[in-house]
T-cell receptor, first 115, second 114 residues
Framework: EPEVTQTPSHQVTQMGQEVILRCVPI?????FYWYRQILGQKVEFLVS????????KSEIFDDQFSVERPDGSNFTLKIRSTKLEDSAMYFC?????????????FGPGTRLTVT | AQSVTQLGSHVSVSEGALVLLRCNYS??????LFWYVQYPNQGLQLLLK??????LVKGINGFEAEFKKSETSFHLTKPSAHMSDAAEYFC????????????FGSGTKLNVKP
C-alpha cells in the first residue's frame, strides 16, 4: 500500500539554526500539506501546496517557514531560524485531489527538538 | 470557524469492554468529520469519515461513529476493545467550503488493559 514517508524521524537542532524536514508524498497525489503538533496540544494546519505554489497557509506559517517541491518526489518544509517554540511533531500529508475529505494520507511525522 | 474538542486526553478500558471516545465539533457550516488513529511511530491513519450521507458511519477495525447534529457530537465507539486498539485517536473537521485543511482535536490516548 502506498504511504507517505518522512525523514528524519527525529531532528535535534540549536536555536537559530535552519532545518529542512523532508517528505515523500504518494506518487500520484497532487496536493501536499504540513501540519504540526506541539507536545500535548492539537494537530495544527500549517500550509497546503498545489501546482508548485502555496494554496493556503495558517497564521503560524510566517516568514520563517517555506515549502518547496524541489523535484518530482520530495516536498520539504524549511524553518530558517528555529526558535524553542518550533519544537513539535511535524506531519506531512498528501491527497489525490483538492477535495481532501476523500482522504489525506499522513506520514509518520518528524519530531523536531530545538535546544 | 471550525474546531473540535476531544474530552479526555487519556481513556483506559479493559479488553473486551466498550470503547467510547468523545468528540464535539463547532462549525458555522455543515461539517465533514473524521477520526484518525495513530499507532506508535506511525502516521495518522483514517478510521472513518462522515460526509453528510448516513449519520452512523462504520470504519475499519470494528469502530463506528454517529453524527448527532443536535448534540454537535461525533463520538467514536467500539463494542469490544482489543489490545491492538491501544493508540492515540484524533477527531478532525473540515468545512464544506474549504476542503483544504483539517482542524484536529488534541487527541485521546486509549489504553487497553488485559
Amino acid at each position: 500500500e502506498p504511504e507517505v514517508t518522512q525523514t528524519p524521524s527525529h531532528q535535534v537542532t540549536q536555536m537559530g539554526q535552519e532545518v529542512i524536514l523532508r517528505c515523500v508524498p504518494i506518487s500520484n497525489h497532487l496536493y501536499f500539506y504540513w501540519y504540526r503538533q506541539i507536545l500535548g496540544q492539537k494537530v495544527e494546519f500549517l500550509v497546503s501546496f498545489y501546482n508548485n505554489e502555496i494554496s493556503e497557509k495558517s497564521e503560524i506559517f510566517d516568514d520563517q517557514f517555506s515549502v518547496e517541491r524541489p523535484d518530482g518526489s520530495n516536498f520539504t518544509l524549511k524553518i530558517r531560524s528555529t526558535k524553542l517554540e518550533d519544537s513539535a511533531m511535524y506531519f506531512c500529508a498528501s491527497s489525490l485531489d483538492r477535495e481532501g475529505f476523500r482522504e489525506q494520507y499522513f506520514g509518520p511525522g518528524t519530531r523536531l527538538t530545538v535546544t | 470557524a471550525q474546531s473540535v474538542t476531544q474530552l479526555g486526553s487519556h481513556v483506559s478500558v479493559s479488553e473486551g469492554a466498550l470503547v467510547l471516545l468523545r468528540c464535539n465539533y463547532s462549525s458555522s457550516v455543515p461539517p465533514y468529520l473524521f477520526w484518525y488513529v495513530q499507532y506508535p511511530n506511525q502516521g495518522l491513519q483514517l478510521l472513518l469519515k462522515y460526509t453528510s450521507a448516513a449519520t452512523l458511519v462504520k470504519g475499519i477495525n470494528g469502530f463506528e461513529a454517529e453524527f448527532k447534529k443536535s448534540e454537535t457530537s461525533f463520538h467514536l465507539t467500539k463494542p469490544s476493545a482489543h489490545m491492538s486498539d491501544a493508540a492515540e485517536y484524533f477527531c478532525a473537521v473540515i468545512a464544506l467550503y474549504n476542503f483544504n485543511k483539517f482542524y484536529f482535536g488534541s487527541g485521546t490516548k486509549l489504553n487497553v488493559k488485559p
